[in-house]
């Protein structure tokens, strides 16, 4: 996943500005949807509930569907003429995008009458809430899948006994600069679900210094991302990451804030297994 990609994830879970309605009213019985979705781990939800077929509007960075389904949001403005042209019954985005699309969407939608569904997406509490809503929004047959999904989240959430027992431990998504998820971030609370401690203790999306780093003296480092992420962070000078105290989250889905966490947990937790059952001494705290 790109390093802008990265960014917008992070700008989303910033903004503060006031929402528009979320948890649109079910389609009609019969009616045809046609959604457009303004947020990839919206997208990916939609498909994890059986609707991909719907879509017919997307970002440049929904990696689970079709290149062919129209971009109707690139991330600076939507094209408002294709989104006309679409004939949405649905759109749905992340309503804490600081500088997102929530006012053309505002405008166009009370213009055309289409429904509309937002939510943010900075907790874990609220991607659940999301999953379940969005379900309702799209129909019956979604309706079933979520409470499959949501019994599968729930328990891709339960302690792990090797989060509880590596101690503090430091959630790497970027290194150049280092970057970590802190409190108040939904990856934060997903480790804190397992029963893990986070070794950063201020700040949701904290950009840290070598020296903080080394202060910090994390007794685990998880790096999440891929392999070139996890080669570059073997070279910061962080005793955990030197002595093999590390493991990797490296489905992409654990950087979208909706269904697709759910399958980057359980990889989560085996990639956590593997390493510690292939000799990685934890430093007990």
Do not use: K
């Amino acid at each position: 996943m790109s390093v802008l990609l990265c960014m917008w994830i992070i700008t989303c879970a910033v903004g503060c500005e006031p929402a528009l309605p979320s948890s649109p009213a079910p389609p009609a019985a019969g009616a045809t949807q046609r959604v457009v979705s303004l947020s990839p781990a919206i997208t990916s939800t939609i498909v994890a509930l059986g609707a991909g077929d719907a879509l017919v509007g997307r970002t440049p960075w929904c990696r689970s569907v079709s290149s062919q389904i129209a971009v109707a949001w690139d991330g600076v403005s939507v094209d408002a003429e294709r989104m006309i042209a679409l004939r949405p019954t649905l759109i749905v985005f992340q309503d804490t995008m600081s500088g997102g699309p929530r006012d053309e969407v505002a405008r166009l939608s009370q213009a055309h009458r289409w429904r509309v569904g937002s939510w943010r997406l900075d907790r874990l509490s609220e991607v659940r809430d999301m999953i379940h809503a969005l379900a309702q929004s799209l129909g019956a047959s979604s309706v079933q899948t979520a409470v499959d999904l949501l019994q599968r989240f729930d328990e891709a959430c339960t302690p792990d006994a090797n989060a509880i027992a590596v101690g503090p431990t430091l959630l790497l998504f970027a290194t150049d600069p280092p970057m970590a998820f802190g409190p108040g971030s939904y990856v934060d609370d997903i480790w804190r679900a397992l029963g893990g401690r986070n070794a950063v203790t201020t700040g949701a999306y904290p950009e840290l210094t070598v020296e903080e780093m080394v202060r910090i003296d994390p007794a685990w480092v998880v790096v999440v991302g891929p392999d070139r992420l996890l080669d570059a962070a073997r070279r910061l000078p962080v005793a955990a990451l030197r002595e093999g105290r590390v493991s990797q989250a490296a489905d992409p889905g654990l950087l979208e804030p909706g269904a697709a966490v759910i399958p980057a947990i359980e990889a989560m937790r085996r990639d956590l297994a593997e390493r510690r059952a292939s000799g990685a001494t934890v430093v007990p705290r």
